[in-house]
């Protein structure tokens, strides 16, 4: 724990940058798919707007609720919310990225894309631990 209650998981696998890595391009991985969702789903002037729309809303979200003192965060939480909350919401954009590219047809990477997730997660059991403890 550091001097304002964060936790910077010392020591763990989590803060391996292969890890951070694999965070880092789950979340942008979890924006285009959104996007890529809004084009294929809509049309005319519809289609744009989910396009852009849908990855901004999402990024929006995730960057404004954060529990304070989570290292991924760099301790700041604009909104504070419980890790337990924090954790809903991960799962709630990552698992309906992966759902959108299923619909969008693209099945395949959707199951990568799951794959992957439930990789990050297993291998980040510390700070999921550390989350719901707050």
Known sequence: ??????????????????????RFLLELGALSSLGYWGWTAASGWLR?????????????????????????ASGRAPVAVPGAVRLVLEAALF???AVALAAAGAVKAASVFGVLIVTHYAISYDRIRWLLGR
Do not use: H, I, K, Q
Request: aromatic fraction near 8%; charged fraction near 10%.
């Open 48 to 72: 744009p707007l989910l396009a852009a729309g849908l990855p901004v809303a999402a990024a929006t979200l995730w960057g404004v609720f954060r529990v304070p003192g989570d290292a991924s």
């Open 95 to 97: 698992g309906g990225a």
């Open 1 to 22: 724990m550091g001097a304002e209650g964060s936790f910077r998981y010392s020591g763990c696998v989590v803060n391996d940058p292969l890890n951070l890595s694999l």
